[in-house]
């Protein structure tokens, strides 16, 4: 007999037996899946397949999952077994050398290989590998190009959204299409309307529960591609044929941007019917359960909100939203802020220059950063979210974005979970901006806010802006751009130290100051009742009541129940805001961090007391303030406990900033200023420092450089006198607390001694009062300040040295000026250079000036003074008050560096604050670290192989981990070669100069040191930037270009030895040079040359186990 046996929808199973009358039977049979799908099941909808698998799952229990990369911890191989009984297999996404979880032995000797039935999409497409470490694999089709492998790859290319049924009819009719291959079924359902479909074009406006309002090929027109453009890999990176150029073409002449926003915008209008402008919410592929559900916050508070995505790198995002603000193809409605899923860059192409920037000014909104997708470990770590921290948010700031807030996580199971606190603090922030760009000025409300650090009230201020005057200028900037400042002319408002006075006078007052409160209470109390600002003990409650059980539990175990012991407390049953009320502005001091205590002011663990509380609340929620202007370096607000970054709704950060933070910081403290952009969502605007200038002596100081220079010069003559001049030297120095001359120490020895302690304090650098925001120094303040940051910044001391003073070419100025008899020199030198900074100031050309010392343009000099222009330049360019009355209007501020002037290209101020400057990479630091890491590397291999030199060696160099590092991988490219990096004076990277052989060493482990040679290396690089790419393969030109031994047996150059070796080989020598590789265009993960390094599994021909053909592979 011929049993069947059916379970479920397994396949069937049939089994022979033969039954007698004399016998009893036990038939015992196990039912296997036999459709293996091995792909990355991710973390997200747009990540991994598991959508899709799910879908086929669903269909038939034939089918199961294995995951193809053993990349995390716990990584499960337990149903490899059932490759043994497997039918069909779809390998997707294949890529040697990148942690395949799979033995491709096991593929290949399954029964799917075996038939021909290993269908293989999206990977790796290369004749090499297919007819090597894959040559045992039974293709579909016998080709992995064959018209049935691409029908597979077609089916499976649809978008993994969750419930999407475009994913569901392609995953059926792939099913229907596998039993076709099999067997199983006579129908082929690509020949009966069961061909593949796409959901979307690449890129489109989304809204939930509505159709695509860009176009989609019809099933005919795709199963027409499919057939006449079967196969894969015309772009190089694995995609099918006919949707690189079939859809491509059929994209560019039907989905025409402006019309498909003119039809979404007609259809919103009819359906949907919010008025208003728009945010749109950027992201790479259209909906889910995050957009979904912020468009869902964004109507609740009455904002009309969509979704524009883009998938591919071209058109860019930010072209897109370019087009919808402005020009023939701008929304009517208009655009007023963008929430952005984008990581990286919104113009991935041009990332680093101008072009995506100058684009978000034209489109001129502001466009803030929701992190979403983080990784669970990362979202309960109590440092926040770091490992997403780079690609999400500090490589956006480059271009502008703002904001960061935690919107999703994913759980263990991979799903996406959104954080319904954060989702709502973001929208709620970002339709702040929006509504400060749609609102006129004369309705909104600007709370400015000043620092009071140590709390009191004669510490008002901030790091080296005056505060006072500041504001009065903010009041005239505001009465001049129409905001209700409650004055009806400019000559109304207070002169400073009116104004002073009031601020101080409306401060908070302390624990021990409680008659100063309550003579404020009784003075201001109509104003006081008529503003609101006394809280009474019922509200306060309410707001502690509605705070997190920790916060709450916090501030209970430093300040106690209630808040009667607090300061700002009237009478025990109420407490006071302080601040002035003029118009729309509200004045005021932010509240004491704690009292007294300086330590309080960067406590990670000091609960803020609870008139702290009631301040922010009152300002979010009874006032309700559009904006607060935080007035300079730096508050407390960012200070309060809670995650490093990544802010949730149990950090008081967090719990307190509900509106638009706009923040003028000094912008030579990029680490504070970071702090409070990250951790309060602050818009932070850099501000000048003040002039700064070398100190001069004075008293006794003066008197002692006199009588050191005196002595000197009659020492210099031999002339009679010089101990007169020693013991006044003695006793002054003695009188201003110097040391005494030691024993073995001779007079000219405690001389030189002496003059380098008045030389430090001399030059040291001093600063000229404060700023004033929006101040461009006058004359004598620029001529003295560019003085400081040119002398700094440049090398136009020494190039006038050596210009004035032939006979000190080849001397280092810096060393000189320890001297003291170089001090006429010096002088003479600043004397130039002061000359130098006065023409330019004075409106002299570059060239004009240059002639005046007879230089060219090829000049040191004439760079020098191009530089001395552009720095001058930047400080007339001044644009701070521009900037944040930018930001006061929700529009775009341009992002700029935050550093020392002195030291780094920060100009102008007035930019959005980020702390980061590529063009300083590799650093300094970084350049120590790479050459301490490769002496290491080189060190083992050189010990572990009986002295000889590791030849060749290879740099993963990944463009997030550039950044993180200031540029180790690029220093450690360079140092193999023997080859450094060199910066000019504020670090910028310069050139590269050739390190000498006999300087190229390496230190054994027996401590003895040995020469080494010049070491070859290449790099698979993942990085746009050219600079980084250029400075790389300019080094090995340099390194080739030497004159150095290649052959033989003390080789000091194996870059020309490899190099000469392939150009004999191959008879050519294009190509020869390259060491830098990556896949073309802007893709971002992986270059693809690792998949060239085959496992060598099957490679066992050598007496070392492993081919000399793996030589050839690299």
């Given at each position: 007999y011929t049993l069947t046996f059916r379970y479920g929808t397994y396949a069937l199973g049939n089994e022979s037996v033969t039954i007698t009358n004399k016998s009893k039977t036990d038939i015992n049979y196990t039912f296997i899946p036999d459709i293996a799908i091995i792909s990355y099941s991710g973390a997200t909808s747009t990540d991994g397949q598991k959508e899709k698998v799910q879908a086929l799952k669903n269909i038939s229990d034939r089918v199961y999952f294995l995951e193809s990369y053993n990349i995390i911890e716990g990584y499960d191989n337990s149903d490899q077994w059932m490759l043994d009984y497997t039918n069909f297999i779809l390998v997707d996404m294949y890529s040697e050398g990148n942690g395949f979880g799979i033995d491709v032995r096991l593929i290949g000797e399954s029964p799917a290989s075996q038939n021909n039935m290993i269908a293989y999409t999206f990977g790796i497409y290369s004749e090499q590998l297919f007819q090597g470490n894959l040559r045992s694999w039974g293709f579909l089709g016998k080709d992995p190009h064959s018209l049935e492998n691409t029908y597979v790859g077609s089916y499976w290319q649809a978008e993994r959204i969750t419930d999407n049924e475009t994913v569901k009819t392609n995953m059926n009719n792939f099913y229907k299409y596998i039993e076709y291959l099999l067997g199983d079924s006579d129908v082929d359902p690509t020949k009966k309307n069961g061909s593949p479909i796409l959901e979307r074009t690449d890129w489109g406006i989304y809204y939930p529960g509505h159709k695509s309002f860009t176009l989609t090929p019809t099933q005919e027109e795709i199963n027409s591609w499919i057939l006449s453009n079967p196969g894969y890999n015309s772009d190089g990176a694995g995609s099918l044929n006919w949707m690189t150029q079939n859809l491509t073409a059929w994209n560019a002449e039907n989905n025409d941007p402006k019309t498909i926003f003119n039809e979404f915008e007609t259809w919103y209008d009819k359906n949907v019917k919010i008025n208003g402008s728009f945010v749109v919410i950027t992201s790479y592929y259209p909906g889910g359960v995050v957009i979904d559900s912020m468009i869902k916050e964004y109507e609740k508070q009455g904002r009309a909100a969509i979704n524009l995505y883009?998938?591919?790198?071209?058109?860019?995002?930010?072209?897109?939203?370019?087009?919808?603000?402005?020009?023939?193809?701008?929304?009517?409605?208009?655009?007023?802020?963008?929430?952005?899923?984008?990581?990286?860059?919104?113009?991935?192409?041009?990332?680093g220059t101008e072009i995506p920037v100058n684009r978000f000014k034209t489109t001129n909104v502001s466009v803030l950063k929701a992190l979403d997708a983080i990784d669970i470990t990362s979202y309960q770590n109590k440092y926040g979210p770091q490992a997403e921290w780079t690609m999400g948010v500090t490589v956006p700031q480059f271009e502008g974005v703002f904001g960061a807030i935690p919107v999703s996580y994913l759980d263990e199971e991979g799903d996406e979970i959104v954080i319904q606190s954060g989702l709502e603090k973001h929208v709620n922030i970002t339709n702040g901006w929006a509504k400060l760009k749609d609102m006129?000025?004369?309705?909104?409300?600007?709370?400015?806010?000043?620092?009071?650090?140590?709390?009191?009230?004669?510490?008002?201020?901030?790091?080296?802006?005056?505060?006072?005057?500041?504001?009065r200028e903010m009041l005239i900037q505001m009465k001049a751009n129409g905001y209700d400042i409650g004055y009806e002319s400019i000559d109304d408002i207070p002169s400073t130290d009116e104004l002073t006075t009031l601020i101080l006078e409306l401060s908070n007052k302390g624990t021990h100051a409680i008659g100063l409160l309550e003579q404020y209470v009784e003075k201001y109390r109509d104003e006081l009742e008529a503003n609101h600002q006394i809280i009474s003990k019922e509200q306060y409650m309410k707001w502690f009541n509605e705070l997190p059980e920790n916060l709450q539990e916090g501030m209970i175990e430093n300040w106690g129940e209630g808040f009667e012991t607090s300061a700002m407390v009237y009478k025990n049953t109420s407490l006071i805001v302080p601040g002035m009320h003029i118009g729309n502005i509200f004045i005021s001091v932010q509240p004491a961090r704690g009292w007294d205590e300086v330590a309080d002011y960067h406590s990670d663990t000091l609960s803020p007391p609870p008139p702290y509380l009631a301040y922010y609340k009152y300002l979010n929620e009874i006032w309700d303030v559009d904006a607060i202007v935080h007035m300079g370096t730096h508050g407390t607000l960012e200070w309060l406990p809670g995650h490093t970054l990544g802010m949730q709704e149990t950090d008081w950060p967090f719990q307190l900033t509900n509106v638009p933070i706009i923040y003028p910081y000094i912008v030579s403290n990029p680490g504070e200023g970071m702090t409070a952009k990250e951790r309060s969502f602050a818009q932070v605007i850099t501000h000048m420092t003040p002039v700064t200038v070398d100190s001069s002596l004075y008293g006794d100081y003066v008197k002692l450089e006199d009588s050191m220079s005196r002595y000197t010069e009659i020492k210099k003559l031999n002339a009679t006198g010089t101990d007169v001049y020693q013991s006044e030297i003695l006793n002054i120095s003695s009188e201003l607390g110097y040391r005494p001359m030691e024993e073995d120490e001779t007079f000219d020895e405690y001389v030189d001694f002496l003059h380098s302690q008045i030389e430090s304090m001399e030059t040291d650098k001093i600063t000229l009062g404060n700023h004033i925001l929006g101040h461009i120094w006058n004359d004598t303040e620029m001529v003295e300040g560019v003085k400081t940051i040119a002398s700094s910044r440049t090398y136009i001391l020494q190039n006038l040295m050596e210009l004035r003073y032939p006979g000190f070419i080849g001397q280092d100025y810096y060393t000189l000026i320890k001297d003291r008899s170089f001090e006429p020199y010096k002088e003479d030198l600043n004397s130039m250079l002061t000359n130098i900074i006065s023409l330019l100031v004075d409106g002299n050309s570059i060239d004009a000036v240059a002639e005046t010392y007879m230089q060219n343009h090829e000049s040191a000099l004439y760079q020098d003074i191009t530089d001395v222009y552009n720095i001058i330049e930047g400080i007339k360019d001044n644009k701070e008050w521009e900037s944040i009355f930018t930001a006061l209007g929700g529009g775009y501020v341009e992002p700029g560096l935050s550093a020392d002037p002195s030291y780094s290209d920060v100009l102008p101020t007035g930019r959005s604050l980020y702390a980061s400057d590529t063009t300083k990479m590799p650093s300094r630091n970084a350049w120590e670290m790479a050459k301490n890491?490769?002496?290491?590397?080189?060190?083992?291999?050189?010990?572990?192989?009986?002295?000889?030199?590791?030849?060749?060696?290879?740099?993963?160099?990944?463009?997030?981990?550039?950044?993180?590092?200031?540029?180790?991988?690029l220093a450690e490219f360079l140092y193999f070669m023997g080859v450094e990096p060199t910066w000019d004076h504020n670090g910028k990277y310069k050139e590269l100069k050739v390190i000498p052989l006999e300087n190229l060493t390496l230190k054994l482990s027996d401590g003895s040191i040995i020469k080494r040679p010049r070491l070859d290396v290449f790099t698979t690089i993942v990085s746009s930037n050219p600079q980084w790419i250029k400075m790389l393969n300019d080094a090995v030109k340099l390194v080739y270009d030497l004159n150095e031994s290649s052959i033989g047996k003390n080789i000091e150059n194996y870059v020309i030895k490899h190099v000469d070796e392939f150009i004999k080989a191959y008879n050519k020598t294009e190509g020869a040079l390259d060491r830098v590789f990556g896949l073309r265009g802007a893709i971002l993960e992986g270059t693809g040359v690792s998949d060239l390094a085959p496992s060598v599994t099957n490679w066992q021909d050598s007496e070392n186990g492993i081919s000399n053909e793996l030589s050839s592979v690299y």
């Open positions: 883009q998938k591919s790198t071209t058109p860019s995002i930010s072209e897109f939203l370019q087009n919808l603000t402005v020009g023939d193809m701008a929304l009517k409605h208009g655009v007023s802020a963008v929430s952005s899923l984008y990581s990286f860059s919104m113009d991935y192409i041009n990332m006129e000025n004369k309705d909104k409300k600007i709370a400015i806010i000043l620092y009071s650090y140590p709390p009191g009230k004669a510490d008002v201020g901030a790091s080296y802006l005056d505060v006072f005057e500041s504001v890491a490769v002496d290491i590397m080189i060190r083992n291999y050189y010990e572990n192989n009986a002295g000889s030199w590791p030849q060749l060696n290879a740099i993963v160099i990944w463009g997030t981990e550039v950044l993180r590092t200031e540029g180790v991988s």
